[in-house]
């Protein structure tokens, strides 16, 4: 390779060109717009206007978790500890076809802008704005990790300076995320995924060539290198880890962001079945790249040469592992688009996470706590410095944490911990939940994982839960060198367990508190969440918050302001209701509505008819003010269905009302009426048609 003092000016360039495919990518992107009217801009930044399509929409949703992180991860513990221990790539898999199953659907039907709009809509803003940090803290703290592992990639790899790698990096990624929101992203995400796939898999037969590697047989990768679980308490802790995986994956915005943003329900829900496979295959490359790093010499490679290379290689060192297989067992012009297409990757997984929490902190923040009524306009400007000052955090971050990893791995406990729960219980159960639950399991799981302990981030257990494994000679050794107290291993289930608490106590004190407020054990002045009977006038009178997002206004006076876009433009009177209601019933029972149901149809009609507008009075009422969003496609043939339905009942209603007339007037009208009422019109025949002519014309002779 070429090198220009200590930089390798090969690798540095596929680097740079495959930075401004990705910047050209993502700012050619930024000019789409959606094609359906009436879409809000804030829609159209944090969701594409909910209009990504199957096919960027399988990129975009397999890149929820496929990105630089996944395929180097996946290499180093394949050359670490075995394939037995590869769990991301099945656990993520299982996390998007779940959420697919329990979550895509309804999240998408409901319209939803955000992960936290259910949990503002049933727990109140302020609760929402207590779930925000856990969610906040994953996405920056994923972001800053990213950029951390890219800057040591590029240090160590092409001996290029740390700090303005990460700086020039995150601020690629900050500036087309600014200008195209989610459309960037999506669009980026279809490189990124092609650059992974193109540059890993060309790589690996020159690799898998390489002298110093030797001969691969099935045996390797089913006996020597499957790895082992260890038995015992490690089986428990091996379990632990795979459900933090699975359902752990569910509740982060990068996920629903592209779930919400899709253009039907079923489509997100499809969506997320078809990213689950694609997340395993994806998986493929950098577990046969840790294979070869396995069965590779490193004595006969440039390593040792070039980089002062300690054999075997540094514990430290193995997390590049992926990169090192591309530059040192592959030629110059494949290790060319091999460290490019990997450090594309991971330079395009920042932007979702930093898309993400922007989009958070300035809807279900900034818009529903602090500024109730502020502007569209507004709100976007919020979220546009939020993406600054996010990127900025994480940037910062991952030049001044050394364990920022150790950060993120906290907080990743904290999202399966405290949001999982959470979220399930709300999207499903709603009705069993209320503030003073969440709060309580929210500080439940905060503390049982807390007590737990971190190694990575040297918080030490305040409790040694069954099954402790007290600390080896080895990290004893090492912390000692480091001047720090060995931590041992916490080998009991405890993330599990202070879930499955926090999702226990969700429901029982929420049940708990709503018994004692309405049996009158607790006066009603005490119920300090005004959740269950201390609800105020104005949040009593309106109506189910899923039914859209509103501003309930009365005398310019602001009523009530919930987390979902409007979608109902019409209000049901009581008496409209009633009759709608049976002729569903009848039409369920396939009977015919009878005479004095039709008879009632037609006065109720007829009242509607007479009103006067000038008569109808709203000061007792409070005037809420919607707008409307435009339906899809399909939505709008299905609503076409029912307005078809609908007119075809009203149409049968009318003729059971005219026979019903018809049958008292006298003999010489009954007939005509009642056969209009019973048979479509009557078409003349073209010979009628001439006799009718003829009489005319020799009339008027």
Same mark, same amino acid.
């Given at each position: 390779m070429d090198f220009i003092g200590d930089i390798d000016l090969l690798g540095l360039l596929s680097v740079i060109i495959f930075?401004?495919?990705?910047?050209?990518?993502?700012?050619?992107?930024?000019?789409?717009?959606?094609?359906? /009217?009436?879409?809000?801009?804030? /829609? /159209?930044t944090m969701l594409a206007g909910r209009n990504i399509g199957m096919f960027v929409g &399988?990129?975009?949703?397999?890149? *929820?978790?496929?990105?630089g992180g996944y395929i180097n991860g996946t290499a180093e513990i394949v050359f670490n500890d075995g394939l037995v221990w590869c769990q991301a790539p099945f656990g993520y898999a299982l996390s998007l076809m779940l959420g697919g199953i329990f979550f895509a659907n309804k999240m998408r039907t409901k319209g939803y802008v955000t992960m936290l709009d259910p949990l503002q809509d049933a727990y109140g803003s302020r609760m929402g704005g207590l779930l925000f940090l856990p969610a906040l803290c994953g996405e920056v703290f994923w972001s800053a990790g990213i950029l951390a592992a890219l800057g040591a990639t590029l240090a160590i790899i092409l001996k290029v300076p740390l700090d303005p790698a990460v700086v020039i990096s995150a601020m690629i990624a900050i500036f087309y995320t600014w200008i195209g929101g989610l459309y960037s992203v999506a669009y980026t995400d279809v490189v990124q995924l092609a650059c992974i796939a193109i540059g890993l898999w060309v790589c690996i037969p020159f690799a898998w060539a390489h002298p110093a590697v030797a001969t691969i047989q099935l045996t390797d990768w089913t006996e020597k290198w499957m790895g082992?679980?260890?038995?015992?308490?490690?089986?428990?802790?091996?379990?632990?880890?795979f459900l933090l995986l699975t359902f752990g994956g569910i509740p982060w915005q990068v996920y629903f962001q592209r779930v919400l943003s899709s253009k039907s329900a079923g489509k997100a829900e499809l969506l997320?079945?078809?990213? =689950?496979?694609?997340?395993?295959?994806m998986a493929v490359p950098p577990v046969l790249i840790g294979g070869i790093a396995k069965a590779t010499d490193w004595n006969k490679t440039d390593y040792v040469q070039l980089h002062n290379g300690i054999l075997p290689i540094p514990k430290e060192d193995t997390r590049m592992i992926l990169p090192m297989v591309l530059q040192y067992l592959t030629p110059p012009i494949i290790a060319f688009f091999g460290l490019g297409a990997v450090s594309a990757a991971v330079m395009s997984s920042a932007d979702s996470s930093v898309l993400s929490a922007a989009s958070m902190f300035a809807r279900n923040v900034y818009k529903l706590i602090f500024r109730q009524g502020a502007s569209e306009r507004e709100i976007m400007w919020v979220m546009r410095v939020a993406i600054f000052v996010v990127g900025g955090m994480a940037t910062v971050m991952a030049l001044t &944490?050394?364990?920022?990893?150790? !950060?993120?791995? !906290?907080?990743?406990d904290l999202v399966y911990v405290i949001l999982f729960p959470q979220l399930l219980m709300t999207v499903h159960f709603s009705e069993y939940c209320n503030t003073y639950g969440s709060l309580f399991a929210y500080c439940l799981g905060l503390f049982i994982r807390l007590i737990g302990g971190e190694k990575l981030v040297k918080l030490p257990p305040l409790v040694h839960f069954p099954g402790f494994e %007290? %600390?080896?000679?080895? /990290?004893?050794?090492?912390? =000692?060198? *480091?001047?720090?107290? %060995?931590?041992?291993?916490?080998?009991? %289930?405890f993330r599990t367990v202070a879930m499955m608490l926090s999702m226990i106590s969700l429901i029982s004190v929420s049940l708990l508190m709503t018994w004692l407020f309405k049996s009158k054990r607790l006066r009603k002045e005490w119920d300090l969440f005004k959740c269950v009977v201390n609800i105020p006038e104005d949040q009593a009178q309106m109506k189910d918050p899923d039914d859209g997002e509103m501003i309930g206004m009365t005398r310019n006076e602001m009523k009530k302001y919930a987390s979902v876009d409007d979608t109902n433009g019409h209000v049901i009177v009581p008496e409209e209701e009633v009759a709608l209601r049976r002729r569903k019933e009848s039409l369920a029972r396939g009977e015919s509505l009878d005479k004095p149901r039709a008879r009632a149809s037609a006065d109720l009609m007829r009242k509607q008819m007479s009103v006067d507008p000038s008569d109808i009075r709203l000061d007792d009422k409070p005037d809420v003010k919607r707008r409307i969003r435009p339906l899809s496609k399909i939505d709008r043939r299905e609503s076409l269905k029912q307005i078809k339905q609908g007119l075809k009942e009203g149409v049968q209603e009318v003729k059971e009302v005219i026979k019903e007339v018809a049958d008292h007037l006298p003999d010489g009208h009954r007939g005509s009426i009642a056969s209009i009422a019973a048979q479509p019109r009557y078409k003349k025949l073209e010979k009628d048609i001439k006799e009718d002519l003829k009489e005319t014309h020799q009339t008027e002779l």
């Open positions: 930075y401004f495919v990705i910047l050209g990518v993502g700012m050619w992107a930024a000019q789409k717009k959606s094609n359906v /009217e009436g879409v809000s801009e804030e /829609e /159209e &399988i990129f975009t949703m397999t890149a *929820t978790w496929v990105g082992e679980i260890g038995g015992g308490w490690w089986n428990a802790h091996y379990a632990d880890y997320s079945y078809i990213a =689950a496979v694609g997340c395993l295959l &944490i050394p364990t920022i990893y150790g !950060l993120w791995a !906290l907080c990743s %007290p %600390p080896s000679e080895e /990290e004893i050794a090492d912390a =000692a060198l *480091t001047g720090r107290r %060995p931590f041992g291993t916490q080998l009991f %289930p």
